[in-house]
């Protein structure tokens, strides 16, 4: 009955991940993450240039800027402004997480990590894989609740 409970409470926190990526500027892929720790979230981000910065994501050949953060990077570093720590929470992420990120996820302490769409890559998951966090896909479109 857990495992339901669960799936059910992990589908509503990826629906609310995808609402919050239309936060984003970007065109070429709005990405939105929740931090969620004891059932309260506690940080969230989505995918765009930094504070200050305009909020164009490609250039003119629609080609993403090299300083744009991703949505996961955003959601970390804005725990890193708060008092809240991510130890043993569960990052819920609109996109599979690339390296750089995963690196980020594992040194944040993050236990889990639930995503609704596969990128073509796989070395961060494989990396978190190693570092023994919990990965795990869910695309709450698939299934309805």
Request: with cysteine; glycine share 4%; hydrophobic share 35%.
């Amino acid at each position: 009955m857990q495992d339901t409970k669960q799936y059910n409470l992990d589908c509503r926190y990826v629906r609310m991940a995808r609402i919050w990526a239309e936060n984003s500027y970007c065109t070429r892929r709005q990405v939105g993450a929740l931090v969620v720790k004891n059932k309260a979230i506690i940080s969230d981000g989505y995918n765009g240039t930094p504070s200050g910065f305009e909020n164009v994501c490609e250039d003119e050949n629609n080609v993403t800027k090299p300083y744009v953060l991703h949505a996961e990077a955003n959601a970390i570093t804005k725990l890193a402004r708060s008092h809240n720590s991510s130890d043993g929470a569960t990052l819920y992420i609109t996109a599979s997480p690339c390296i750089e990120c995963a690196k980020l996820i594992i040194q944040a302490g993050i236990r889990r990590v639930v995503y609704s769409e596969k990128y073509r890559l796989e070395d961060g998951l494989n990396l978190l894989r190693r570092a023994n966090i919990e990965v795990e896909y869910i695309n709450p479109t698939e299934n309805e609740q």
